[in-house]
């Protein structure tokens, strides 16, 4: 009697590659519409992928950096670095809220932490777009407007799903770096100025 | 009749024994017999109002740790044990180290034997974050009243600014501890404190520095000196009162130089906070005129 995991995998060995990749997206694609509308769910912890968290990542750091001929010192940061502190960031949370003695698995929690930067992701488009248009004091009140809500909700989404990882004496101790990450992201993202 | 003065008696010499030997403890002892002196209670504290719940505490946290050996060094339990804070503690730490009270040791009163790594660690991290976020809005501000004033982000004032605060908030605890135990081989005294707890006390009283850089940005310079100055006397204060009584019985040539180092290091920290917001716009402002002024 063959066990059901065997006749899973060679079900999916034959399969073309289209399904595979479409298969993925789908499931990478479900988890951006539970981090936009978020509702206490177990989706985004149950079966974690660190896909989507990489695609954002790649996105906001090509979005963010600056450009080679201006001074090295004085600009913005470098991929590298948007890369860095986004990564290194959530390990770190991650690191802080299971040291606290919180039950969340570490790659859920970066899970987690990377599907919610979408909505800073979509503010960093949507800041690009209207800084096409010519700067002035509207122009930096439509920017500051739009990354402040993204940051809400980034907080909000994020918050949904860790929260109830954590003793409810040391909810506030788990939520606080994560509050600081995604500032510390809106920051980045409010004070892009192109070339 | 003789013999209800003799019980009464010996009863409050066995209280005043006891009290000779802890001389920290509270004791009651009450005689029911018909003699006036009823009631004998005797608390004895550091003069806090609630030197009996101190103790009451310290014995059961005594107690606990005594019970459970402690995990290796190399298992995730050990690194655990330093977070085992609540938020109440946490905001508790903070406000001891906001405001020091010459009684309260803060070591004795709000660590009480059980010393975070959450607190220094995160308030160090929040410095150097809002020292990068501060130095970039001086500069926009300072652009709304110049505008010969280029902006730009700044993005390696964070780097420098991370570094420097862990170097200081980590390393300089580290040389006060060697020097303590030292001088505690040297003089036999009060026990020192632990590595960890001069981290504690280090990292909670950079939390001052918190507000004091976020009311910089009030481009008024007698009032930034003011904000300077207080948050200075605050944070110097906290960390004199608690060092205070571990070195008070060294030599006074010892004691005095260790707290003024400790004071002139502190206020060298303060100082490198306003430099690096007010490097900030002196370094774009000439960068800028390089930049465009050359010919092309």
């Known amino acids: 009697m063959r066990s059901r995991s065997r006749e899973f995998?060679?079900?999916?060995?034959?399969?073309?590659?289209?399904?595979t990749i479409m298969r993925d997206l789908k499931a990478?694609?479900?988890?951006?519409?539970?981090?936009?509308?978020?509702r206490k769910s177990n989706t985004l912890l149950r079966d974690w992928?660190?896909?989507?968290?990489?695609?954002?990542?790649?996105?906001?750091a090509l979005m963010l950096q600056r450009g080679s001929v201006d001074s090295e010192k004085d600009g913005g940061p470098q991929f590298a670095e948007v890369f860095v502190i986004v990564w290194f960031g959530a390990v770190t949370i991650t690191l802080n809220s299971k040291l606290l003695g919180g039950n969340i698995s570490f790659f859920q929690s970066l899970c987690v932490l990377g599907y919610c930067i979408l909505p800073l992701t979509v503010a960093m488009l949507i800041c690009r777009l209207v800084l096409l248009a010519e700067p002035g004091p509207i122009n930096f009140m439509v920017r500051l407007f739009v990354v402040i809500v993204m940051f809400a909700w980034s907080i909000v989404a994020s918050t949904a799903f860790l929260a109830d990882s954590q003793p409810p004496n040391r909810k506030a101790l788990a939520v606080y770096p994560v509050f600081l990450f995604y500032f510390v992201i809106s920051w980045m993202i409010l004070t892009f100025t192109p070339q | 009749m003789a013999a209800a003065d003799d019980l009464a008696f010996h009863e409050f010499e066995e209280a005043?024994?006891?009290?000779a030997e802890t001389p920290d403890a509270a004791t009651t002892s009450r005689s029911d017999q018909l003699t006036s002196l009823g009631h004998v209670a005797v608390a004895a504290g550091t003069g806090s109002s609630y030197g009996a719940?101190?103790?009451?505490e310290s014995d059961k946290t005594a107690l606990l740790q005594a019970e459970k050996p402690q995990p290796g060094f190399w298992t995730f339990s050990y690194y655990q044990s330093f977070f085992d804070v609540d938020t109440?503690?946490?905001?508790?730490?903070?406000k001891g180290a906001l405001l020091p009270r010459p009684g309260h040791n803060f070591v004795r009163h709000h660590l009480r034997n059980r010393p975070d790594l959450y607190g220094p660690f995160?308030?160090?991290a929040t410095l150097a974050f809002v020292l990068a976020v501060t130095g970039n809005l001086t500069l926009v501000l300072a652009q709304r009243r110049d505008p010969s004033i280029h902006y730009s982000p700044q993005f390696h004032k964070v780097t420098m600014a991370g570094i420097t605060i862990y170097c200081y908030a980590w390393l300089v605890p580290l040389v006060l501890w060697g020097f303590l135990r030292w001088r505690q081989g040297v003089q036999e005294r009060v026990d020192p404190y632990s590595f960890l707890e001069t981290v504690c006390v280090y990292g909670y009283s950079l939390f001052i520095f918190i507000p004091m850089v976020v009311l910089w940005l009030i481009p008024v310079p007698w009032l930034q000196w003011l904000f300077g100055a207080l948050a200075l006397a605050l944070s110097t204060a906290g960390l004199v009162l608690t060092l205070w009584p571990v070195i008070r019985e060294d030599t006074r040539l010892v004691a005095v130089a260790l707290l003024s180092t400790v004071v002139l290091l502190h206020a060298l920290l303060a100082m490198g906070c306003k430099i690096s917001l007010l490097s900030s716009i002196s370094s774009s402002r000439c960068l800028w005129s390089r930049w465009h002024l050359q010919p092309k």
């Open chain 2, 53 to 56: 719940e101190d103790e009451v």
């Open chain 2, 16 to 19: 005043t024994n006891l009290l």
């Open chain 1, 9 to 19: 995998d060679s079900s999916t060995l034959n399969e073309s590659v289209q399904n």
């Open chain 1, 28 to 38: 990478v694609g479900k988890k951006f519409m539970h981090v936009l509308y978020p």
């Open chain 2, 122 to 124: 995160w308030i160090c």
């Open chain 2, 88 to 94: 109440s503690q946490v905001l508790d730490r903070i």
């Open chain 1, 49 to 60: 992928d660190l896909w989507g968290p990489l695609i954002l990542c790649v996105t906001l």
